[in-house]
């Protein structure tokens, strides 16, 4: 079982920075890969980026690439969304997820899921 807890949302300004982190449990953390999702309201869960276990492949979802940036700290168990020049469309709940293995996804298939934070970007 793995836990995970994200922490680092809030309120925004428009073009402004946050850094999103998720705490996992247990002692393997580097046999998962760690992806960042979103959920705006009235709105599926979407894919916003992953990276692979030891930190040297990473994916973005169109609408984030060149903005956010995904890290990984395997020695702190801890993964990291950096968010610059963040809009209002980028205003959601961020989860963090694992997935046991090496094949990075971008899809739902994530093992384990955090309770998500929320992110607020005012105009």
């Known amino acids: 079982q793995v836990q995970l807890v994200e922490s680092g949302g809030g309120l925004v300004q428009a073009g402004g920075s946050l850094r999103l982190s998720c705490a996992a449990s247990g002692r393997t953390f580097n046999s998962y890969v760690m992806g960042w999702f979103r959920q705006a309201p009235g709105k599926e869960r979407e894919f916003v980026a992953a990276i692979g276990r030891s930190g040297g492949s990473t994916y973005y979802a169109d609408s984030v690439k060149g903005r956010f940036t995904i890290s990984r700290d395997n020695a702190k168990n801890t993964v990291y969304l950096q968010m610059n020049s963040l809009k209002p469309e980028d205003t959601a709940v961020y989860y963090c997820?694992?997935?046991?293995?090496?094949?990075?996804?971008?899809?739902?298939?994530?093992?384990?899921w955090g309770q998500g934070t929320q992110v607020t970007v005012s105009s």
């Open positions: 997820a694992s997935k046991y293995g090496r094949r990075i996804v971008s899809g739902m298939e994530y093992d384990y």
